[in-house]
């Protein structure tokens, strides 16, 4: 068994015009033996927001803290703390922070796909 | 994209030797397309565990609330909310709620294992 905090996990910085305000981390992955889906933790500070994009692997996505808006299915769907979030694989989307805290969710990635 | 939250989402109550003051529900799994992992929340209310067990698959854990300590290694190791707990497969492992408020935890398996 592994336990770690992921507040004490070094960050990756995002700043570009395709993702603006993040940082993120993998918190389960190969490293860790972990062989059959990835976990990522990311921060998104206010007006901050993920790509929008499609690839052909799932997200399953729950939100830590915080609240925003998903674009899915050609809509925003806003959501808060304790959200669960499925998006199949090809299917375009995107997360915003439309709240005035940091919003922090959890993403998990089959193990196919680049872990960051 | 499917958005919910667990809060919403009918637990089944588990209360008995193994297993004390636990809610739990599927908030991703086959029903709703994800073929690779399934995501479940707990609730363990203070005093309460989960069963002490092994099996052929792997969890992968996120602290969203609360604090509690998880067996794994051959001794109980502390957490807190923002924790991530990985368990490879094969190994003991049990999780109880040491602190005084609900312990919440979202609890990630492969598609292969029983969802609940």
């Keep these: 068994m592994q ?12 700043d570009n015009e ?3 305000g993040i940082e993120a981390c993998v918190v389960i992955g190969k490293k860790d033996g972990a062989e059959n889906f990835c976990m990522r933790v990311f921060e998104v500070e206010p007006g901050g927001h993920t790509p ?8 399953e996505i729950f939100v830590h803290s915080g609240e925003g808006e998903a674009y899915g299915n050609g809509v925003w769907n806003p ?3 304790g959200a669960a979030l499925f998006v199949p694989a090809n299917e375009e989307h ?10 922090t969710f959890v993403c998990l990635i ?3 796909a680049p872990e960051l």
């Design 3 to 14: 336990v770690k905090n992921y507040s004490e996990i070094e960050k990756t910085h995002f």
């Design 18 to 20: 395709a993702m603006k």
């Design 52 to 59: 929008k994009h499609a690839h052909d692997w799932e997200h």
């Design 79 to 81: 959501f808060k703390a």
């Design 94 to 103: 995107q997360i915003r922070n439309s709240g005035s805290q940091l919003l």
């Design 110 to 112: 089959p193990s196919k």
